[in-house]
């Protein structure tokens, strides 16, 4: 049902797959029902750790939801189930699926009488039960998620320079760059991808923060010959817990082609072993504002007045993430910090960074957002390991070889 990735160019963050079960599962896909009205809302947006969030109302309670196509369902907090007063949904009352370290889960189905995206109204709309702070890594008030289900009802007009969006029933006319798209028997949303002449599929996921092509690892075959940066280490977690290591590769030298669009900005891939198909991310087309029409399946990509900031071309080489309340290495690039420090490892624990311990940081995300401030403003990143050890860690451009 649901991928979404935490980059710093660096950790994937992927919380559940999609399953093709049943019959029922492709009719709960499709439940709830749009009030028809002509009003266009414009909403407030928020950009948290490169996610869309929204405010709406769930059963008159105000609540804020992050705003994911990827997810073919909505979601909710399972904290705020009862307080929410949910139904039961009579024909399936849990959905089972393979999350993105490959271990299945069940999660609890219910029906929500009312979803108020301000004056347009979705009765009857499924939403799953699901542990938020393992979506977004916790440090923000996001109780739940518009998915798929409810924002395939509705056109969107997204104003990235001042953070709103215009809701509406009508779909939005305005010249620019049309990527039409299509969506599955889920409410994916997919479009052409041209890569080095060869077209195939590829997934628009507003639920992935990736600024980069993420490619399944299958297909090396085709950049043989291609200078690539391996990654190696933690790249996926997940609803049941944390991948196991493995290797991955960036790269940065192909043509592309998305929907018949070339971005303005430079791009990578990223070729991993937790996508089974390609994918892009909001990051992406947040460097444009963008139209989501859903009546007539195109998204629209116009100049923005301001520009996004790109994420750090440097990196520190080695990847801390926080795991049973540790700071941890859990994940390193070729990197000349890497070559220079082989005494550091996978797993190995720190102490403190910049002489900040494990509890200073609440969440992965927070974590992660403080090592991309260093990188933006080039400054050091200081480790020091159980032994005590300090290794001083400079901004350092990725080897490509």
Known sequence: MKKLL??????PYIILAQNPETAKIKKMANLGQLVSNEINDTIPIKIYNDMIVIEAKLNGKPMNFMWDNGFSFSAIDKSLSEKITLKKYKEKESISATDAVNNQVKLDLKIAH???IKNHQIK???FLLIDINTLTGGSIDIQGIIGATVIKKLNWNFNFDENYVVVSQKEFQKDGMVMPFKLDLYNRMFTS????GITNGIEIDFGSNSDEID?????????????????EGISAMSVSGIAKPSINYSIKDFSYKIGGVTFKHPIKIFLTNDVNEARIGNKMLRHYNCIVNSNSNQII?????TN??????KSFGFIIVKIENKLTIGGKWNNPNVTKYNALNLGDKITQINGKKAEYFHSNSDLRAFQIDLLKNNKELIITTEKRESYTLLPKLNIYE
């Open 114 to 116: 009312n979803l108020s």
């Open 301 to 305: 990509l116009t100049e923005r007045e």
């Open 215 to 231: 490619l399944t690892i299958k297909a090396i075959g085709l950049f043989k010959n291609t200078k690539k940066s391996k990654y």
């Open 308 to 313: 996004l900031e790109e994420s750090p071309k």
């Open 124 to 126: 009857d709309s499924p």
């Open 6 to 11: 935490l980059l710093l160019t660096f950790i």
């Open 193 to 196: 991808l041209e890569l080095n």
